[in-house]
């Protein structure tokens, strides 16, 4: 079986596959952890500090999350020197950890290229290996594609943008979906519920109902596109906007039986489940290279799995000898919300609370994220840059007119890459692949405010040619 198990990202403690939705309850009984204490795993069992497969300048655990250590040559250099995570009292995040040379041995790269079934294609690496489990509405297949505006005015010729708004939902949700509500499926569940900014419960309830289960959606904010809303009704959830969303989770998860499909606190990250499907991002960017990585990626990041998830990947084609290398990852935030970026600056191995998030990229407008996403970025030699709202406005109007409408929080990554470029950190020959997470047609009153939409006129032809800007 490849599949070993869940691994504690700070302990190193093992369970097996199962409903642990709380993260671990080792370092849950442990002490507290301070965001700037030691940080080591001192904690933990078979987790020295001189173990030679452990990092020796970032967090000392298995920041690649494979439970392999992570020992990228390209490690960065602004590690904190005290490995400080945790962001205090309790949980530490799960991740699913596998066999590498048992995959290795059967592996067969060819099934990669084909076509069809989601992202099962990639199953020898997910935690579902029953196809009867396995949930999809043929997510992935997106397109690496380079948009020609933006290529342009970054002066790079290998600027692609992962395009993830061609999903079943019309975003990267759907990957993480599919892996968590298939373990749902799997341990037999039969009720999903998600909190979420909009794509995160959309996506959700659709799996949900392509499973064949109920779904409850709590909305964190009243300003959800109201499209969203009525996707999860027409998928056949019940969707509230709910302030205080973690409550409420907890109560339908411990009391009610349902499978969180969802960010969670106190860590926050991701159910290890749904971060599996992400990683599927990593593996078919590979294939899409010709067998190779590309030198960076800009992702836009809230909770932070949208970044953590395909290094995940990325680090286990390493660990199959599929690539020698890791992409330089680059979480990108808004600058009215930005807590990655000030932990970033600050060094730290935990992320702080922004007290007063604001920005037009809603879908990315969490106070806090988890430290997965903040070691990833340490380990990979990146950084967590952040890019005003007129900069998201310019990538999102460049993408469009590229031919791409995608949501303002989407557009934060390529934003992020435009920002680079322009202060000459971008090599020209480099590869570079923008994460563009979800599409603008889910936002209708965004995109309203944003495209210049002419009064109507009366469709005289000098009118008409007047707007048009043709002679005579
Ligand atoms: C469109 C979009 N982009 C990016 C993100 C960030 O993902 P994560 O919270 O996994 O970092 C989200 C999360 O809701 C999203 O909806
Ligand atoms: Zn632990």
Redo the contacts with the bound molecule.
Sequence with gaps: MSVLGLTCTRCDAQYPLGPMFFGCPACADGPDRGADGPGHDADGPGSGADDPERSADGPGHDADGTGHGADNPDRGTHAPEHGAEGTGRGAAALTVTYDYQAIAADLNVEHWNRAGHGIWRFDALLPIRDPADQVSLGEGNTALVRPRKVCEATGLSNLFIKNETTNPTW???DRFHASSVSMAKSLGFSRITAS?????GASAAAYAAAAEMDSCIILCHPESSMLQRDMIALYGGHAFVLENRFKYLDTLIRDHGYYPST?MTPMPT?TPYGIEGYKTIAFEIYVQLGGHVPDRMFC????????FGPWKGFNEMRLLDLSDRNPVMHGVQPAGCNPYVQSFQQGRGDVIVHPDPSSIAL??R?DT?GPS?LRAIYDSGGDATDVTEDEIIEAVRLLARSGFLV?P??AASVAGAIKAARADRLAPDETVVCLV??SGAKWPEVMAELSSREAPVEPTWDEIKSRAGLGD
């Design positions: 975003a990267f949700k979420t900014t909009g794509n995160h960010t991701g836009p990041i809230a909770a932070g799995d949208a970044l879908s990315i969490d994220g996403a949501e929080s989407s997470t979800g």
